[in-house]
């Protein structure tokens, strides 16, 4: 029975030793059975060991070199059953087994958009005076106004508000836009000033109806032209008072259609003082009329967005000052207006708010001037059109069967095809 058992160890430990490549360890006694075990044991148990001590390094490493490859991480979260999709879940940046290269997407949109170039359509109301054509020329550092583009401009007092645009392309570091500046002449320059603002209400809507009939049409353009006001730049007088009546129905009826930002022209006129106290009414004058004014406190989409709008939200109104002259300043040429205390450095903040102004419509919120634009006021343009559209092709289509004396509806064919030729 002894000699059975030393060739059962004899074959059975040298077998296990070359598959896990370990030394040959050579037959022991009979008598050394139980120390022989307790030595492979051992010698097994240490073998694990370094292999997971290694493994886990090399999974370190690997992970480190993912990490490095990968700048985006995801978090990971328990694969959860949907009802149409099965198991749906999350994948680390550090999970994968390699670069994939997603991000990539984002060089494609962006050379995408430089080809195509893209619009902003921006609307500047106040009376005339206030320095309009100056701020939207030292906005964009480029003659775009309606006045800088007609070299025989001459300044007449218009008798009723008409609205006219002019366009141009801007093209900086390889990126197009088209730049479309709507001015309102002889708005708020009457005596009688009653529902001045209804031509502007009504040329809101209607770039609005352009964009829903060119939705509609069965063959549309792959590109629908965008004539739709992104932003309404609202020009209030540096009185230091409160908001007048035309500036409260103003503001009031367009902060339903199009994204406001109310501004006060030439602070300049006005000393630190007066500003931050004319600043405090205005914002008390909006609270207390329901006026909405860009940004929304109901389109903040995440705590970030919240966090930097609520520091734009304390500045609104700004207190801004333009001019398209440049001066030296310390050796250096600034944009700012020569006064005999001195030069008011448009781009300053210490002097105004100018860049605050800036920052808002161009190079932080113009994509979200945008998208509020057509993901809020456009749509609700759009539900309330095609609902009232539908009543009247339903009403239209009762109108059309017969009544109980037999007849029909009069004119139902035909006011049925004026109701789908407006739509």
Known sequence: MREDTTKVLEQEIPASM?????????????????????????????????????????????????????????????????ESHGLQGTIKGHDLFGYVGIEAVLDQMRRKTMKAGFEFNIMVVGQSGLGKSTLVNTLFKSKVSRKSCSPNYEEKISKTVKLQSVSHVIEEKGVKMKLTVIDTPGFGDQINNEN??????????????????????????????????????????????WLRPIDVEFMKRLGKIVSIVPIIAKADTLTMEERQEFKQRIRQDLKANGIRVYPQTEYDEDPEDRILNDKIRENIPFAVVGTD?????????????????????VENVAHCEFTNLRDLLIRSHLQDLKDVTHNIHYETFRVRRLNESNLTVHGLALSCFPMENGTHGTNGTSDRSESESHL
Not at 18 to 30: F, H, I, N, S
Not at 43 to 54: F, I, L, M, N, Y
């Open 325 to 345: 002259k440049e001066h030296q300043v310390n050796g250096n040429k600034v944009l700012g207006r020569k006064t005999k205390w001195g030069i008011i450095e």
């Open 18 to 82: 070359e598959e896990r490549g370990m030394e040959e360890v050579k037959p022991l006694a009979v008598e050394d059975k139980a120390a022989a075990e307790e030595a492979v044991e051992e010698r097994v148990a240490q073998e694990k060991t370094e292999d997971s001590t290694a493994q886990n390094k090399e999974t370190e490493e690997r992970e480190v070199d993912v990490e490095r490859e990968m700048e985006g991480e995801v978090e990971v979260v328990t694969p959860c059953p949907t």
């Open 196 to 241: 001045c603002w209804e031509p502007i209400v009504s040329y809101v809507n209607e770039q609005y109806e352009r964009y829903l009939k060119e939705e509609l049409y069965v063959n549309r353009k792959p590109r629908i032209p965008d004539t739709r006001v992104h932003c309404c730049v609202y020009f209030l007088p540096a009185t230091g008072h």
